[in-house]
């Protein structure tokens, strides 16, 4: 039976792969469907998109789906945090293009008929999502037999997990079917002319070796440059356009860590004292760690070369029993006791037989299933390798008899590791490990050295309650003497201390640098300029991992276009740099010599060999597109006019040109198709979203 456990990891691959990818966002089929009238108020709006309201109950029972299909995709029985955070923009991007282009494609009347996902799942031609899930790993082809019994078993569990994930995959196959329909419909509908293939080829084919006579931006001073306000009202509103901006606020912060003070340590080192007395009689050290460690007891042997020069002198020279420390290692101090010495090689030949176990049902038969080759093997006779090549699960080891090859310390898992070290060579071993029961034997055992065990008592030196108080008091004061931004940065230029900056969008997750630090953005959403950022209970001290946090909201930009005061010094910079343009062509223009042109300027000249129309880096200059636009239009020996560039005016000068020998028309025809039909797709679906209107109102909810 093909279960959900059983395909479970081949589906991680596609699944991974097609919810990552923009073509098959969505996968979250029909998001709205009604609800009470209650839910559906002002106070439950997250988003309207495209004029339709999104409610958050609505977004959130979204985000509980997906987030089961994490679960089961992953066998996870919960989700971390950054996880949660992926799937809920996951279920915002799918639900902003699922609603962006619901319309479009009814008004299209593109959609997938029952017939055709049928074909899609059972056809010759299945969909790539069902051929990842159901391949066969031996053939890397469709395991159609797996794939009819699974959809069997589906379909009498209507009501079980393997039923909800088949319906996902589903939708997902629906979706960027219909996606892709629409695409392909955008892509068929432009084309490249037999024109413009031939002058694109023309341009390609026309490299030339130039010389370049460049002056910067950069050598005119400032000082000469005079740019008045009419100037930059004008360049701004001509260049509007370029000085859209999203929702953001800019804050100040300062951290206050909580450091371990030396009170802390010295209380920890007594500590280690007194403790030392009671683990030198303990008889069972291992669960003595466990219970008194911050770090658990490790059962790892060791050589001496593999531990510090410290600890590896103190082991190899004492006995079972000594006890070293407390001594200090990092952010540690530590106890070490001599558990065991052992003989044991640097690494091991061995084979095995694998018998699978993927649920707990399955691991009775799979133990009474090893017992008898074991048995098979002991009592009748039979080689273990003709038993590997026939019976084990291990595709990798099968063919060659359930031999491993040279096995190292730390290759395989515990369980595994340890009867291969530990067992004698041509014993039987039956060992349980994550992936089933295994008959395992060592062949030949390598060359052995000493080993020691040791039990390591390992206290991290952290601050106490007393030095968190401590903190959060001095913190406290900061925060009450410093209420507005004047204040707040003179306190920090006096006693010293950090200012950091930050630019944060409402929807942010974090703060760069600061833990848990969602509810600072949130917080700082609610502030108002210049004012110090409080949280939902009124207190300005945020508490982030082992710091706490103080803010002030310098200055907020809402979505839009921003204002010229606020980017004044942007303009002010783009205007001027077009009068330095201005005044560097008055000066290299009408000179054909680069040479004479180089001395009565001071310009800079270079050299660049091939530079065709698709040329955008130019070496010894950088990226400048507008010398490659120059150097294409020119023919040997030809001289250009001064051109504006991104860092300074050029004169180019054509040496030669080298004719490429690229005549298929045709196929640069095709590709340009291609290519423009790509960013046709990107484009237009950025224009209908750009359209929708999109209200995103999730931070008041997270």
């Known amino acids: 039976m093909a279960t959900l456990q059983k395909i479970r990891n081949r589906a991680g691959i596609a699944i991974a792969i097609f919810i990552g990818m923009a073509l098959a966002a969505f996968i979250l089929g029909d ?44 066998g996870k029985t919960s989700l971390d945090q950054k996880t949660t955070d992926q799937i809920k923009e996951q279920t915002w991007q799918s639900m902003v293009r699922n609603l962006t282009m619901k319309d479009i494609y009814e008004n299209l009347g593109i959609g997938v008929s029952s017939t055709e996902l049928f074909d899609l799942v059972q056809g010759k031609n299945p969909h790539a999502i069902i051929q990842s899930i159901f391949r066969d790993p031996n053939t890397g082809t469709i395991n159609r037999g797996a794939l009819i019994q699974f959809l069997k078993y589906q379909q009498t569990n209507s009501t079980g997990k393997e039923h909800n994930y088949w319906l996902f995959i589903e939708n997902q196959i629906i979706e960027e079917r219909s996606f892709s329909k629409y695409n392909n419909l955008l892509s068929k509908g432009i084309l ?89 009689t303990v008889a069972d050290p291992a669960a003595f760690v466990n219970i008194n460690s911050d770090v658990p007891f490790d059962p790892s042997y060791f050589k001496k070369g593999e531990l510090s020069p410290e600890i590896g002198n103190f082991a190899f020279a004492g006995k079972v029993g000594d006890i070293y420390g407390p001594y200090k290692e990092k952010n540690s101090w530590k106890l070490v006791k001599i558990q065991k010495f052992e003989e044991l090689p640097d690494s091991v030949q061995a084979r095995h037989i694998l018998v699978k176990v993927n649920s707990q049902a399955e691991l009775a038969k799979a133990t009474a299933t090893i017992d008898s080759f074991k048995n098979l093997i002991l009592v009748k006779g039979q080689k273990f390798e003709d038993l590997a090549r026939t019976k084990s699960q291990d595709n990798g080891s099968a063919n060659a008899g359930g031999a491993l090859g040279w096995i190292r310390r730390g290759m395989m898992v515990k369980p595994f590791e340890d009867a291969a070290f530990f067992g004698k060579v041509n014993e039987l071993q039956v060992v349980k490990t994550q992936f089933g029961m295994h008959l395992v034997q060592v062949t030949v055992r390598g060359k052995t050295a000493p080993n020691v065990q040791l039990a390591t008592i390992n206290r991290i030196i952290e601050p106490s309650s007393q030095t968190y108080q401590s903190t959060y008091t001095q913190a406290s004061k900061f925060a009450s003497s410093n209420q507005d931004p004047k204040k707040f940065n003179d306190a920090i230029v006096a006693q010293g201390l950090n200012k950091r900056m930050a630019n944060i969008r409402e929807n942010d997750k974090e703060v760069s640098g600061l833990e848990n630090s969602r509810l600072l953005i949130r917080a700082a959403y609610k502030a108002k300029t210049g004012t110090i950022v409080s949280g939902s209970e009124g207190t300005p001290i945020f508490e982030m991992g082992n710091q706490f946090v103080i ?142 209107k999109i209200v995103d109102k999730r931070a008041k909810f997270y």
């Open 31 to 74: 998001l709205f469907k009604s609800s009470s009238s209650i839910m559906r108020g002002k106070q439950m709006e997250l988003a309207e998109i495209d004029g339709k309201t999104v409610t958050y109950p609505e977004f959130q029972a979204k985000v509980d789906e997906l987030s089961e299909i994490y679960k089961m995709n992953s």
């Open 192 to 280: 490249a002319t037999t024109e413009e293939a031939k002058n694109d080829l023309k341009g390609l084919n026309h490299k030339a070796n130039i010389q370049i006579a460049a002056k910067m931006y950069s050598s005119v001073s400032d000082s000469t440059v005079k740019v008045t306000d009419s100037e930059l009202k004008a360049y701004y509103d001509k260049n509007k356009e370029k000085y859209k901006q999203e929702n953001n606020r800019n804050i100040e912060y300062v951290t206050f860590p909580v450091v371990a003070s030396k009170a802390d340590e010295d209380k920890l080192i007594k500590w280690s004292n007194d403790i030392k007395a009671e683990f030198a």
């Open 551 to 692: 803010a002030v909201l310098v200055s907020e930009q809402e979505k839009g276009i921003a204002s010229l005061n606020t980017i004044k010094a942007r303009v002010e910079l783009e205007v001027r740099k077009e009068k330095k343009a201005q005044q560097l062509i008055e000066k290299m223009s009408g000179k054909s010599d680069l040479n004479q042109l180089v001395s009565s300027v001071g310009a800079t000249l270079s050299e660049a060999k091939d530079i065709s129309f698709d040329t955008y880096s130019i070496p010894g200059v950088g990226y400048e597109p507008a010398i490659a636009g120059a150097a294409t239009a020119l023919e040997g020996n030809q001289v250009s006019k001064p051109v504006i560039g991104t860092n300074g005016v050029y004169v180019v000068k054509v040496n030669s040109v080298n004719s490429g020998s690229d005549q298929d028309i045709a196929g640069n025809r095709q590709k340009m198709a291609a290519s423009i039909g790509y960013r046709a797709n990107m484009y237009a679906f950025e224009a209908l979203r750009e359209n929708a």
